[in-house]
């Protein structure tokens, strides 16, 4: 994972609460195996729409997407990471997110910024009132700027810590081999095991 | 011995499997019992291993199935889809490279990820399950800390049989009283979503509690814990008693002999202790619920049957009224209209929510000696093979076929459309999944939210109706 300290881009102000992983990426888009190539699935039916925000310039070329409460329920895809990462997002920002969409964006690199409502309110003006306003943020401080209007963000720290130095989860768990070797010496004999299939 | 502290259902799963503690910021580092595993989810997550050159740590602990994509009909011939094929392919390789246990379309214990885990006895109490679909938190119903994950996360676990976790929060859902007839656990979580909201449960792990719990059968039980993820909570439990033990006796992997009176032993602590504190409390009287749908595109949006489609208008909160204006443009309803007016062109009755035998048992009580309406498709796709195979011992299938509906293989189905079975656009449909979201069962389809009930009452009078409707003298 590449580390992350500030990113600035074009933010993208999306008016919408409850934008569930199926509107980020359809279930047709997951039939695929591969980890690359999710931006033609980004949106894809809001896009169908030519009044959709990602589809008038200079939205288009966003990078900081802006949107209301609730972002990312639903199901667990993390393809809806992947095709906001595909089609040039970094960073995210909602006054809250669902849990799964903010675990699979923090292994990812893409920043899950959660900043209050207000503030998110605030963004939307200016995005709206002057296109294309880049937005700056910065991990190490926790803020969102765009022109004047600075405002802080809540990531946890150790996420935070790991995007900074872009480090790998399996890695860093496999640190501790040995204690869940240990851990699984102890575990109770009559805890189910998946084989050999049993016969039913 | 001193005394400890008392601590809550969850926190006791929690700590039974922490295998290190965070310090500081840092996550603390838990074990998983049982990965399932599905062809959607995973494909990314052994291409990582394999990258890295990593093994998958525990086979004998993980299991797959092929639900997501598979057709739920001809399924002895090859996948039409090439894309849907190909991945269910890579399943295939992938579980062999790796020595995972695969239950592939066509086989007696292939079904719905979520169906088959509690049907083997491979979901037992106290135990962590994860899988790589949010609606993992069904097996909480067992008094599991079981939860969905992302491919990331499905890599992790496959490469470390771990995954590091903070903590979640607890609450309580308190559902006292008894249901009234006609009234079913999905009524139950529709309230509960309704009530606390998509985004209520965020962090939080939600323990169902109370008489109107108690008296659910496992079944039941676990189409309340299922849309736990609705809520937005990382999981849902119930404690474990006397009917989790007896639905779980005899079955395939259960414990036996001495082994399972250890495990029952074990499984007795697995309570919240009195005078343990949730971090927020939330109560719902069962006497007072009555059939509960949903009229907008997220599964928060959900009123009493006997209701009608709420008007954006007087909803107070700007983002809440905004959200109900695109729902209702979206759904095509207009403020004012009864819910029962609403008419369908299909009812789905199956997915990990309501495939279950007790579901198809209810819904074919209510459709025997009737008919499908005219104009109204229905699906009718068990969750397992299983429950296929034990639905056509009781004759079920019969009932089915006779009322005019189609009679299917296991599989998710019309819940998500990524198989054929897919809503077209501007379809309506009662279905007895677990998401109204725009196009979640096909693009352009509009879904209403309901029990199996309902579903089989509003297939026969082709508008969202209760089995009462159906006694009340009405036409059909």
């Known amino acids: 994972m590449e580390p992350f300290k500030t990113h600035t881009g074009v933010g993208v102000p999306l008016r919408r609460s409850n934008v569930d992983t199926d509107q980020i990426i359809p279930a047709v888009y997951l039939k695929r195996v591969s980890r690359t190539g999710f931006e033609d699935g980004l949106f894809a039916a809001w896009r169908g729409d030519e009044t959709f925000i990602l589809n008038s310039e200079p939205f288009k070329a966003g990078s900081v997407l802006v949107a209301g409460p609730d972002f990312g329920t639903g199901s667990s895809r993390e393809h809806a990471v992947w095709a906001l990462m595909d089609y040039g997002f970094r960073v995210v920002i909602s006054s809250r997110f669902a849990d799964i969409f903010r675990g699979n964006s923090g292994k990812q690199g893409l920043v899950a910024a959660q900043c209050e409502q207000m503030d998110v309110e605030q963004l939307w003006k200016i995005l709206e009132n002057d296109p294309g306003t880049e937005v700056t943020v910065d991990l190490e401080a926790k803020t969102v700027r765009a022109k004047d209007f600075v405002a802080s963000f809540q990531i946890d720290d150790y996420t935070r810590w790991r995007l900074l130095e872009g480090l790998d989860d399996i890695a860093l768990t496999l640190r501790h081999a040995d204690e869940i070797s240990k851990f699984e010496s102890e575990r109770p004999n009559w805890k189910p095991v998946t084989i050999p299939a049993a016969s039913s | ?476």
């Not at chain 2, 639900?67 to 991945?87: F, Y």
């Not at chain 2, 579903?455 to 026969?460: G, H, I, L, P, S």
């Open chain 2, 1 to 476: 011995m001193t005394a400890t502290r008392p601590r809550t259902l969850a926190e006791k799963v929690w700590e039974s499997h922490t295998v290190r503690r965070g310090e500081g910021a840092e996550p603390d580092l838990l074990y998983i019992d049982l990965h399932l595993v599905h062809e959607v989810t995973s494909p990314q997550a052994f291409d990582g291993l394999r990258l890295a050159g990593r093994q998958v740590r525990r086979p004998d602990l993980t299991i797959a199935t092929e639900d997501h994509n598979v057709p739920t009909v001809d399924i002895e011939l090859p996948i039409a889809d090439p894309v849907s094929r190909t991945q269910v392919d890579t399943l295939r390789r992938n579980c062999k490279e790796f020595g995972v246990r695969l239950h592939p379309m066509g086989d007696a214990e292939q079904g719905i990820v979520h169906v088959i885990g509690p049907q083997l006895g491979l979901t037992q109490p106290g135990m962590t399950v994860v899988c790589g679909d949010s609606h993992t938190s069904t097996h909480g119903a067992f008094g599991a800390m079981a939860f969905g994950i992302g491919t990331s996360e499905v890599e992790h676990v496959l490469a470390t049989q771990t995954l590091p976790l903070r903590p979640f929060k607890t609450m309580a859902i308190n559902v006292d009283g008894k249901l009234r007839p006609g009234v079913t656990a999905k009524d139950i979580i529709l309230a509960v979503i309704a009530k606390i909201g998509t985004g209520g449960g965020q962090g939080y792990v939600l323990e169902y509690r109370g008489s109107a719990i108690e008296a659910l059968s496992m079944e039941a039980r676990m189409t309340v814990c299922n849309m736990s993820i609705e809520a937005g909570a990382r999981a849902g439990m119930i404690a474990p008693d006397e009917t989790t033990f007896a639905y779980l006796k005899g079955r395939p992997h259960a414990p036996k002999g001495a082994d399972w009176e250890a495990a029952v032993e074990n499984w007795k602590s697995l309570r919240t202790d009195e005078g343990a504190e949730f971090d927020a409390e939330v109560y719902l009287d069962a006497d007072e619920l009555t059939p509960f749908v949903t009229w907008g595109t997220n599964p928060g949006q959900g009123l009493p049957l006997s209701a009608s489609v709420p008007d954006p208008e007087q909803i107070a909160d700007e983002t809440a009224r905004y959200a109900a204006e695109k729902a209702l443009s979206y759904m095509d309803l207009k403020p004012g209209t009864p819910l029962r007016d609403i008419k369908v062109d299909t009812v789905f009755l199956g997915s990990c929510t309501n495939g279950r035998i007790e579901d198809l048992r209810a819904a074919a009580e209510v459709l025997q000696g009737r008919k499908v309406a005219d104009g109204v498709r229905m699906l009718v796709v068990p969750g397992s093979m299983r429950v296929r195979q034990a639905a056509e011992a009781e004759g079920l299938d019969k009932v089915f076929a006779d009322a005019g509906a189609e009679w299917r293989q296991a599989g998710c189905s019309m819940c998500l459309g990524m198989n054929p079975d897919q809503l077209k656009p501007g379809e309506r449909s009662a279905s007895t999944s677990n998401r109204n979201f725009e196009g979640r069962q096909g693009k352009g389809g509009r879904t209403h939210l309901v029990s199996p009930l309902v579903a089989a009452a509003t297939a026969v009078r082709g508008t969202l109706s209760s089995p009462e409707d159906l006694l009340a003298g009405a036409d059909h």
